[in-house]
């Protein structure tokens, strides 16, 4: 699938060791420069569909927590997460998994919800960020780099 903001890399590991790093969110923060990790809430401990985490991040001086929901958890080919506030679908984040003949191809990608338009001002006083789409582009090479060097 093609997505307007995504990041692939290749990388010699199995899929499912990418996807027990990738579903475990509250390690996120040791890749991510954003994610500083968090915590399945609700009941939920570990990723399935509809488990909630409330993760906390940090940019520059500001910081914020927001929870998520698994939406998709096909292991281990695919990995969504949501961000709502209220009953504004705000975006999805996206891991993707794909065997190779020498390992695999990870996409992580991040796709704007039908609401992201209206909340991006709101965020931007949270978050401090002004272009999301440009921003994440960033933090998620930074991320898969940081991800993959970890699972070598």
């Known amino acids: 699938?093609?997505?307007?903001?995504?990041?692939?890399?290749?990388?010699?590991?199995?899929?499912?060791?990418?996807?027990?790093?990738?579903?475990?969110?509250?390690?996120?923060?040791?890749?991510?420069?954003?994610?500083?990790?968090?915590?399945?809430?609700?009941?939920?401990?570990?990723?399935?569909?509809?488990?909630?985490?409330?993760?906390?991040?940090?940019?520059?001086?500001?910081?914020?927590?927001?929870?998520?929901?698994?939406?998709?958890?096909?292991?281990?080919?695919?990995?969504?997460?949501?961000?709502?506030?209220?009953?504004?679908?705000?975006c999805d984040w996206v891991y993707e998994i794909e065997p190779t003949a020498d390992g695999c191809r990870v996409t992580h990608a991040w796709v704007e919800g039908p609401q992201w338009a209206e909340f991006a001002p709101i965020g931007k006083n949270i978050s401090g960020v002004d272009d999301r789409a440009t921003h994440n582009l960033s933090n998620m090479e930074i991320t898969l780099d940081n991800l993959l060097k970890a699972v070598k």
């Open 1 to 90: 699938m093609t997505y307007a903001v995504s990041v692939v890399r290749d990388v010699k590991a199995s899929p499912e060791d990418i996807w027990a790093l990738v579903t475990d969110l509250s390690r996120m923060g040791e890749w991510s420069p954003e994610s500083q990790g968090g915590e399945w809430i609700d009941g939920a401990s570990c990723a399935a569909v509809g488990a909630k985490f409330k993760g906390n991040n940090l940019n520059g001086d500001k910081s914020w927590q927001a929870v998520v929901v698994v939406d998709v958890h096909d292991a281990p080919r695919k990995f969504v997460f949501s961000l709502n506030v209220s009953d504004m679908h705000l």
